[in-house]
């Protein structure tokens, strides 16, 4: 693989995640991530916080309660906690694998599991032994200048699948969470194209592995179906938040001097 000869840094910021590069003529520059790329498919994100919201609220209908506005904003603060709260325990579950896996590299001591990840952790490092995975990075910040977004990938690996021939190049992205939605899928479209770009390699398969966070729960790997329709759609979603970024509208009409307002005449 080629390593790139450009640095990337992340930045979050209250309307989203972005990088900027010290690649020559492209400094100053502030790329969107992935993710941020994808926030124009929230409908799960909304269904999600909406089910967390009446779940809430209904358990106080039917136990005869009246709803008040306070129940309503309380409703509201405990959605977002809970998301919070699942943003933060997937964040904490990836630097342990990532430490992980640059242990099986051979780069650093092999780190302390936290109890509060045991589970799923533990549960990916099983399944990524069993399925001989031979991982090649972590976390690995990528980039398309071409396209316009860069992200960060969970994992690049050599990984044999039982539905292929032989060892794929792959990339793996790991879900904590409840679900694996739709989305996904393109989102792997979007680290397989920078990838790509970023180290001048072909990307031959695509993976969400969802991993289990108790007994109650079962690690099931899904493959990406079709990786070059996936590709196509992050591009055409990549063009839509650039062509919004840029500013759909022109600028407002000035007042007029003469008589201090902008109506546009009717007179025939």
């Not at 969970?154 to 044999?160: A, F």
Request: charged letters at 30%.
């Amino acid at each position: 693989m080629n390593e790139p000869e450009y640095s990337l840094v992340q930045h979050n910021e209250f309307n989203g995640r972005y990088y900027t590069t010290d690649r020559e003529g492209y400094e100053g520059i502030k790329f969107p991530s992935v993710t941020t790329v994808l926030n124009l498919m929230h409908k799960d994100l909304l269904n999600w916080n909406n089910r967390n919201i009446r779940e809430s609220l209904m358990r106080k209908y039917h136990s005869g309660e009246t709803i008040t506005p306070y129940d309503i904003d309380i409703s509201l603060s405990t959605s977002e906690d809970i998301r919070r709260q699942s943003a933060t325990y997937g964040t904490r579950a990836h630097e342990v694998i990532e430490k992980y896996i640059n242990h099986a590299r051979g780069f650093g001591p092999k780190p302390f599991i936290p109890e509060e990840v045991a589970y799923p952790v533990n549960a990916f490092i099983r399944w990524m032994e069993k399925e001989k995975v031979q991982p090649l990075m972590a976390e690995a910040k990528v980039m398309s200048f071409e396209h316009n977004f860069a992200g960060t990938l969970d994992i690049l690996c050599w990984y044999k699948h039982e539905e292929s021939e032989g060892e794929l190049l792959s990339i793996i992205d790991i879900k904590t969470g409840n679900g694996v939605y739709p989305e996904s899928a393109i989102q792997q479209g979007a680290y397989a194209l920078a990838t790509e770009e970023t180290y001048g390699v072909s990307v031959d398969s695509a993976y969400v592995l969802k991993i289990p966070k108790s007994s109650k729960e079962r690690l099931k790997l899904h493959r990406v179906k079709n990786l070059e329709e996936s590709k196509q759609q992050f591009i055409g979603l990549a063009r839509l938040w650039s062509y919004l970024d840029e500013g759909v509208f022109g600028e407002e009409p000035k007042n007029d001097k003469a008589t201090g307002d902008n109506e546009v005449s009717r007179e025939g």
